[in-house]
């Protein structure tokens, strides 16, 4: 008996070495057996592999740590050459190690589909049954696909699964759909459960998926009508994150009232908002100016047990330096410091964002050095906002040496960094300079926008050249650019202080009759130019006026509409009808 057993420990030791060499692609036992055909070559695998690994097909062993230590070093030899034997060696070192180390099965299976593609994917499917691996193998397959980007092979791999009876579970399948561009997830959602006769059945995980994947491109419309079929048509009850994800669409878009109805929903199931709920509430409220408002939210919010967390401070402080209440600011990263959060770099970025928006150029600094001490690397939107703090200030030098920093740090500057810059220059009446830099921003690529173009029209209107600063909204024209209040109201000023009333009042109709803008904003600095001008004997047209009184009406400075009637009737420009009959 015990000779017997040596003779077939001995016997297994030689199949594992031959198995090697046949692999390896090295002589077995004579010069002819390295000269066999490709075919017998696979045959011999298939022969040797049975004669280790009987498994039969009835009843699976549970691979061992062994196999998967043999496994690996087969496929450390192996790995220097690409053939047909080495993705077979490797979809059988998959399939040996799916069920005892998926981790390492998946590596396996990422390294056979690089080297392989589709090839390997049917190594993997031709070796499962003779191997009687695990299902799971599947899954990890597809999961690898998605792993090295080959998508279109996942949904593929999927169907050509279902002729053999397999099915990918949802988990394997929610990877392959957070991957898929919109339309291409919303077809595999549709599809995949109806292809497989119901075989696959999504989980709140990939419901909300498709949730976000619509949120993302502003259909919340439809991602609301999915969340409302999820538990009566699939039977899926929606959780904390479907709920969250559609209000932060809501949120997105504007919605508010959308928003806080959904959060009514919430509380009748039970549901607890989570951080991210809140945040995006008072993220929308601070955006629409509502700061105060969003305060109170995050005093609800810790009322009702739910701990704020970085990303909701991030939100209030960036809220507060909008505002310029920098009081409220250091209050925030006082209160996120006491509850042993520490500021990220968004944070940082927040505040120095809205440090340098106010001039603290001072503070800014000192909270950009605090940055660095923590470890945090600056990125272009920090050191832009520097840059353009320091030009509004007109301090040119620290602007460039920030400048100058950034590029030391392999930073690229983008069209905001150069825009602030030649505006900074124009301010100080070096238009030659700040020329030559949108040269250089042109020559990196980068397209000049309305901004750029207007800092150039500003600056050359200062320094006395209004006929180049009129070619270059030609200029701005001709690139696609359509030119805003802030282009025609400059070069209208310009023209008033020459006093070339006539060129002015021409921009100024022009401006009307494109409707550069009628944002509130943009009407206060029209009507400003538009009494300037009139004081200085400008004479407009009825129509003219007719567009300032319906301005005024429009945001109810009634005062001011009936006086731009009265100056109509003195100046004798009302319109009379004829009756023509």
Known sequence: ??????????????????????????????????????????????????????????SPRKPSLRDADLVRDLTAALRQRRSDPLARATAIAAHL??????????????????????????????????????????????????????????????????????????????????????????????????????GLRWNAKSYNIA???????????????????????????????????????????????????????????????????????????????????????LSYMVRHGVAPDAAVYTTMIDGFCKM??????????????????VPDAITYTSLIHGLCRSGKMVEAHNVFEEMLSEGLNPDEIVYTALIDGYCKLGRMTDAFRAHNEMLRRGL??????YTSLSDGLCKQRDVEAANEL?????????ELNVCTYNSLINGLCKAGNIEQAMKTMVEMEAAGLKPDVYTYTTLMDAYCKSGEMDRARGLLQEMLDKGASSERRNSWRHRGLFDEMRAKGFVAEHDIYNTFIDMNYTEENMEVALALCDEVVERCLVETKVDET
Not at 43 to 58: E, M
Not at 101 to 123: K, N, V, W
Not at 170 to 189: E, I, K, Q, T, Y
Request: with cysteine; net charge positive.
């Open 438 to 446: 949108l040269h250089e921003m042109c020559s990196k690529g980068l």
């Open 211 to 297: 949730i976000h994947g619509l949120c993302r491109v502003g259909n919340v419309g439809d991602a609301r009508r999915i969340l409302a079929d999820m538990e009566p048509k699939a039977g899926v009850p929606p959780d904390v994150v479907s709920y969250s994800t559609l209000i932060n669409g809501y949120c997105s878009i504007g919605e508010l009232r959308e928003a806080m109805e959904l959060m009514r929903e919430m509380a009748l199931k039970g549901l607890k908002p989570n951080p991210f709920t809140y945040n995006s509430i008072m993220a929308l409220l601070c955006k629409a100016g509502r700061v105060v408002g969003a305060e109170r939210v």
């Open 324 to 341: 310029g209440n920098l009081s409220a600011v250091y209050r925030m990263v006082d209160e996120m410091r006491k509850s042993g959060l």
């Open 412 to 417: 690229t500057p983008n069209v905001v960094t």
């Open 1 to 58: 008996m015990l000779l017997r057993a040596a003779a077939r420990k001995k016997k297994t030791k030689h199949s594992v070495a031959t198995l090697f060499l046949a692999l390896h692609g090295r002589p077995l036992t004579s010069s002819s057996s390295s000269s066999s055909s490709s075919s017998s070559s696979s045959a011999l695998v298939d022969s040797i592999a049975t004669s280790i690994r009987p498994f039969p097909d009835y």
């Open 97 to 198: 190690t799916a069920a005892a180390s998926p981790c390492t099965a998946r590596r396996l299976l990422r390294d056979g589909l690089r080297d392989g593609g589709r090839r390997f994917i049917d190594e993997v499917i031709y070796t499962y049954k003779h191997w009687c691996s695990h299902p799971s193998v599947f899954d990890l397959l597809l999961l690898a696909a998605v792993d090295v980007g080959r998508l279109d092979d996942a949904r593929a791999l999927f169907h050509h699964l279902l002729t053999y009876g397999v099915v990918v579970s949802a988990d394997a399948c929610n990877s392959l759909l957070a991957r898929l561009p919109v339309g291409d997830m919303l077809a595999a959602f549709a599809d995949f459960p109806q292809s497989s006769g119901g």
